[in-house]
């Protein structure tokens, strides 16, 4: 049973501060890991996507993989308000179906 | 514009009424995928089709079914709706799997 879990929510944090946000996954073969951001009732929004191990960064926000401890992470920095959503963390094993986290939700406090 | 668009947005229908969510794209994708999203489950796959006449099943296929005929569209559908399937269902395409997926916005579908 492939699996990818992810810190246990709510997370709060203070509007400015960085939000770190972690997901594990059980399957070695995963090749390629997604960031989504969902507002209540909203479809899920890609925010990264990374294949290689290291860190990737956009604007403010940076995904990091380690694949020998099978873990992705995402950061958020500078958190503003309107970043308080849910966010997915999905998986591939190569070729094969995605898998998804159970999401964290995130509270970034005025 | 590149999308994924579903239709209808909201459905309210009784127990035992056929119905056909239909999802299409134009991205010329060939990984299209149904979930389903309830509060506290997250999200749970229904089916996915890796590419034109071929699908398989995801975690909670019972109760639907899917066609893919034509690569652009991938409809859902329930030949004998029941209230446990009140759910808000997505539908989803990538290029292929392993890109990132696209979603659609949603259907709220509501069974009495």
């Known amino acids: 049973q492939k699996e990818v879990e992810q810190n246990s929510g709510p997370l709060s944090v203070p509007e400015g501060a960085i939000a770190s946000l972690n997901c594990t996954y059980s399957?070695?073969?995963?090749?390629?890991f997604f960031w989504y951001r969902q507002y209540s009732g909203k479809s899920p929004e890609l925010i990264m996507f990374i294949y290689s191990n290291g860190d990737k960064e956009d604007g403010r926000f940076t995904a990091q993989l380690n694949k020998a401890s099978q873990y992705v992470s995402l950061l958020i920095r500078d958190s503003q308000p309107s970043d308080s959503a849910t966010y997915l963390c999905a998986v591939t094993p190569y070729g094969q179906n995605f898998v998804f986290g159970p999401g964290t939700r995130l509270s970034v406090l005025p | 514009e590149a999308q994924v668009t579903q239709n209808p947005r909201y459905l309210i229908t009784v127990t035992g009424k056929k119905l056909t969510v239909t999802c299409s794209q134009n991205m010329n994708h060939e990984y299209m995928s149904w979930y389903r999203q309830d509060p506290g489950l997250g999200l749970r796959q229904i089916y996915y089709s890796m590419n034109v006449e071929v699908t398989d099943k995801g975690d909670v296929p019972e109760g639907y079914k899917v066609s893919r005929k034509e690569k652009r569209n991938f409809p859902l559908i329930l030949e004998s709706p029941s209230p446990n399937q009140t759910s808000l269902y997505f539908c989803?395409?990538?290029?292929?799997?392993?890109?990132?997926?696209?979603f659609g916005n949603g259907t709220r579908l509501t069974v009495t």
């Open positions: 989803a395409s990538s290029y292929r799997v392993g890109s990132p997926l696209h």
């Open positions: 399957d070695r073969g995963s090749q390629s």
